[in-house]
């Protein structure tokens, strides 16, 4: 069905609307609000809107018809991102009780919205996306919007195609350039997980639009649109479309939209979105407070080093293993364990060595080591500091008294120096999900790894860490044959069988040596039970300048997979494997890595694996990615290559006292066999951390 002559006088007014020179409401992205299906927008269509960067919305919506359960993360101020399952709640997950019992049909999707223009006093805001652009493409689309604000009024205009054009409102613009693009093609390549760029901005074009009116009373906003989809080969079945028309109401309170829509003119839905932003998020302290600088050190002739030690790790949160003293200069090595920020860190060590150290001293050195390798040394002239921090110069930040620099303490004879050899213990925690099973949508396992770790030296050092799972519900899996029909190796196919042998495992037990070789090399090598799947041999080579964007390493190992009703025994299947990668953090865009290694994967097969990460202020870092080997998508099977996602949350954020160390919850829609890695005991690039650019966190 065309569009009507009377929308099309209601869209007129609303595109002429759009560049009257009127009075344009001060931008407030607290006003935005998420779309059924995940995004700023409207109710089904989405807007050119944009959150702040570093935004993270969480969103549920229910109709009769579909649950969508998806979240959404401003990746840049220019890029939205977003992961939905949706719950076709009128089709089973297969027809065969046995495989899946009464569970509904799931449904993975992607989605991508890139800012174009920015909207300025006669201009539009224009963002152009594309909706469930990988997987099976239940709810494929492109679109591109326009948004203007005109007081409390905020008014969209756009084009969709697939999903959000099925109406065919209007003609579509490339049909005219070539034939090609009058038709869209139905179905996926491969096996499923690709993207189909052939089917982009082909077939059926419609007009969407629509309005959001903020209320006076500003926690409600009403939202009118017009849809562009009609419903007819939607996934649920049977659908009726009376109107074109969707009406909505959100109401938000404090960081919760409560949401509630009716749709096509007969179906009611309601949702629910909770919401933060990863660069201000932060967890109130009850830490030290920062001592106050002394008008002088200690006395040199009554020097003492135990209670500097003690201040330095009661104040600074940093542990002294070696300390040396001349008559210049007061050198201090050790490890940071409590502050994340490296300003932070360094003003309260500086503070406890200005109140503890030798008063006639002119420089501080401080090595940060890790590990028991030397990573960075930072100088502080000592005059400069006290001025600075006993607030004599306010116009001086503390930054500016100190330097970074290679260590260089290979000639130091210390004075004390703790012993390095012994054995140690730590706790950590771990969590494992996997979403969309047969058995149950979500699945999960949770606990704790015991650690204990002995050191000969410097340099070596055996680690044994132990898998105790407190909380799952790896009880319900049924099926750990894997049925796929593949000819790569089950490497990673195992894992049911591999996570359900016991409640208490061996997860890891190795040798390893360690050490910087020469000035921005490091190098590391191990053997022993190097993962839960695969024991055996392997080493690693990083180069790393300090401060630097770019860093280069390499790795070969040599493994034989583990029998996973064994806590000791190894299969027959072995494998060379390793890579070559480079890592870097370009400067144009704000706080991301790109790491691409090229190697030999696990199964045999040969490729790229590209991992891209963007870390937030609070710590937090967000990551996907992708490995592309020469493994076909018939013999990957289904999702037709490996990819996830990721993110890294500082154990920062959930304690009231200053803690270094974080943990990652990671998403993988479909694990294979293709593309998988090793996941090497420890790697390097996490080592040498503090060599990088230092990067200042909320407080």
């Not at 939202?223 to 007819?232: I, Q, T, V, W």
Request: proline residues 5%; hydrophobic residues 40%.
């Amino acid at each position: 069905m065309m569009i009507s002559v009377r929308t099309l006088i209601c869209l007129s007014g609303i595109t002429a609307a759009a560049f009257l020179p009127s009075s344009v409401l001060a931008q407030d992205n607290s006003l935005l609000s998420q779309s059924n299906h995940g995004g700023v927008g409207l109710i089904q269509i989405p807007t050119a809107r944009m959150e702040d960067s570093g935004h993270f919305s969480f969103n549920y919506n229910d109709n009769e018809d579909y649950r969508f359960w998806s979240v959404s993360i401003q990746l840049f101020p220019w890029l939205e991102t977003t992961a939905r399952y949706t719950d076709v709640r009128r089709l089973l997950y297969s027809p065969f009780p046995g495989f899946s019992g009464d569970q509904s049909l799931k449904d993975k999707g992607l989605d991508v919205k890139i800012r174009l223009l920015e909207e300025s006093y006669y201009v539009p805001q224009v963002s152009v996306g594309w909706r469930d652009f990988g997987g099976t493409g239940f709810f494929e689309s492109e679109y591109i919007a326009a948004s203007k604000r005109l007081g409390d009024f905020d008014f969209h205009l756009g084009m969709g195609w697939g999903y959000l054009g099925r109406a065919g409102n209007i003609s579509n613009p490339f049909c005219q350039l070539s034939d090609g693009f009058c038709q869209r093609p139905g179905g996926f390549s491969g096996n499923g997980g690709k993207v189909d760029y052939d089917q982009f901005y082909k077939g059926p074009a419609s007009l969407i639009a629509g309005v959001e009116y903020h209320t006076p009373w500003l926690p409600l906003t009403l939202k009118l649109e017009y849809e562009g989809n009609n419903y007819a080969t939607d996934r649920a079945p049977d659908l009726v479309q009376d109107s074109r028309f969707n009406y909505g109401l959100v109401y938000r309170y404090k960081n919760i939209d409560l949401q509630a829509s009716y749709q096509r003119g007969n179906t009611f839905a309601f949702g629910i979105s909770l919401d933060t932003n990863f660069n201000t998020i932060k967890q109130p302290k009850f830490d030290t407070p920062a001592p106050e600088v002394n008008a002088q050190g200690a006395n040199p002739a009554k020097f003492s080093r135990a209670p500097l030690r003690k201040a330095l790790y009661q104040d600074a949160g940093f542990v002294a293993t070696s300390i040396f003293r001349n008559n210049d200069e007061l050198i201090v090595k050790g490890k940071q364990i409590a502050f994340r920020d490296e300003a932070v860190a360094m003003e309260r060590v500086g503070r406890v060595l200005a109140n503890f150290g030798p008063d006639n001293v002119a420089r501080y050195r401080i090595v940060v080591e890790e590990i028991n390798l030397p990573m960075v040394e930072t100088v502080f002239d000592v005059a400069e500091f006290r001025a600075v921090s006993r607030y004599e110069r306010l116009d001086t930040p503390v930054r500016s008294t100190y330097v970074r620099k290679e260590p260089d303490v290979d000639d130091v004879i210390w004075q004390f120096n703790t012993p390095v050899r012994g054995l140690g213990f730590s706790l950590d925690s771990f969590w494992t999900q996997m979403l969309g099973n047969p058995e149950a949508f979500f699945m999960y396992q949770g606990g704790v790894l015991p650690t204990i770790e002995y050191h000969f030296d410097n340099n070596w050092s055996v680690m044994s860490v132990a898998k105790v799972s407190l909380l799952d519900n790896y009880d319900k899996f049924n099926f750990k044959v894997d049925a796929q029909d593949s000819t790569l190796p089950r490497v990673r196919t195992y894992a049911r069988e591999y996570a359900t042998r016991s409640n208490i495992t061996l997860d890891r037990l190795f040798l390893s040596y360690r050490d910087n070789i020469v000035q921005d090399w490091y190098a590391q090598a191990y053997a022993g039970y190097l993962e839960t799947m695969f024991a055996g041999v392997g080493g690693e080579v990083l180069y790393r300048p300090l401060d630097s964007n770019l860093a280069f390493g390499v790795d070969l190992n040599y493994v034989r997979q583990r029998d996973y009703d064994s806590e000791t025994a190894l299969f027959d299947y072995s494998v060379l494997t390793g890579f070559v990668s480079a890592y870097w953090q370009p400067t144009f865009v704000e706080d991301a890595m790109l790491a691409v290694s090229v190697g030999r994967f696990l199964a045999k097969d040969v490729g790229v694996n590209i991992d891209f990460s963007r870390r937030f202020d609070s710590g937090v870092v967000v990551g996907a990615y992708a490995a592309f080997t020469d493994a076909s998508a018939e013999e990957y099977g289904e999702g037709s290559f490996t990819k996830g996602f990721y993110v890294s949350i500082p154990f920062d954020l959930l304690s009231f006292k200053s803690t270094k160390g974080a943990g990652s919850i990671p998403w993988v829609p479909i694990g294979r066999d293709g593309g998988q890695m090793l996941q090497r005991p420890m790697t390097l690039l996490s080592v040498t951390n503090d060599r990088a650019v230092p990067k200042r966190f909320v407080k």
